[in-house]
């Protein structure tokens, strides 16, 4: 059967940043943690998640912020 890995990416839409990365439900990036992050383009990020494996499972939010999931295979 197969398995998978699941990544959550929280993105401020104001500020075009990402706020919080976690896979399998441990975080491993907190905007609050660090002292900058760049402007994020998501064309650029799904592409570069999508040539590690990564396939958009689902997406929701607002107009300030959006929430979205992917999987991948665990190997």
């Given at each position: 059967?197969q398995k998978?890995?699941?990544l959550r990416?929280?993105?401020n839409m104001?500020?075009r940043?990402?706020d919080?990365v976690t896979?399998?439900?441990?975080k491993?990036?907190?905007?609050d943690?660090?002292?900058?992050t760049?402007?994020v383009?998501?064309s650029?990020?799904?592409?570069k998640l999508g040539s590690?494996?990564?396939?958009?499972?689902?997406?929701?939010?607002?107009q300030?912020?959006?929430?979205?999931?992917f999987?991948?295979?665990?190997e």
């Open positions: 059967m998978w890995e699941y990416i929280v993105v104001d500020e940043v990402v919080d896979v399998n439900d441990v491993v990036f907190d905007q943690q660090q002292s900058k760049k402007e383009e998501l650029d990020l799904f592409a590690e494996g990564w396939e958009l499972v689902n997406g929701w939010g607002s300030s912020w959006e929430v979205f999931y999987k991948r295979p665990v």
